[in-house]
């Protein structure tokens, strides 16, 4: 893999891949800048944009099309790859009529989920400033839920046009049976990927709405304070992590 300077972040790509990875890294960049202000913390990014060929040699798991962050590592896949038309074809049975026209209306038809996943990016790139940080790992669902956080709120205060392409996506939990989902406490989401991507990608949504709510109650304070509770030891016991955890299971007694 080749290298391309002019970045704040260590830079890499397949052979092919500059314009598309320049794209990447730009965003990555200004991510990262959010990320340092909002958090206190400037963390090490090394940024990785691999085709197919390259995947399997940068990546954690062979997903490829979304994107991957651990350690001071973000992976970035160079085309669609195709674990967003994967997910889509689990989905699809579940959607109803308007769903599905939401989705044509943001991704075109055929879908171009591209978008969507370029966005996750920020998402897994938080991961990077929790793992330089944080002493201990909280659960997949408190580290989750604070990666979704930053996503929201660096789609609403860096690139507020993304927040369609955020939303629309996200939408399709809403037509999710629980035969397509069967996990969905908390304490399970460690686990759900054992009943396929479409009960994963639930927990993904639902914890996106959850962000989208605590980002609207308290803006970057509560990203930040989260980060910080974590970072000093502290657990779910967090107000904004208790609030979360209550209404879910109030959500999950209602049958929704």
Known sequence: M???DGFASTVRHSPGAERRTAFVAGRVDRAAAWLADRLGFAARVRLSVADADDWDAVATVPLYGTPQGSGDHLRVAADDGWFGAELYAG???HL????VGRLREVYGEPLALRPYFDLVAVH???HL?????WPAYPGMWIAELHANLAMVGYAHEVEPDLLPVLRAFTSTVDDLPVEAAPLREL????RSFEHGAVNFAWFH??????AEELWAAGGAEVLRGVYEHIGAAGGAEHPALREVAAGWSGRMRAGS
């Open 205 to 210: 949504f639902r914890l996106t709405r959850a």
């Open 91 to 93: 989905l699809r049975p």
């Open 124 to 126: 897994e790139l938080t």
């Open 129 to 133: 400033f929790q793992d330089q940080v």
């Open 2 to 4: 080749a290298t391309l």
């Open 187 to 190: 304490a399970d989401m460690e």
């Open 96 to 99: 109803g009529a308007g769903t």
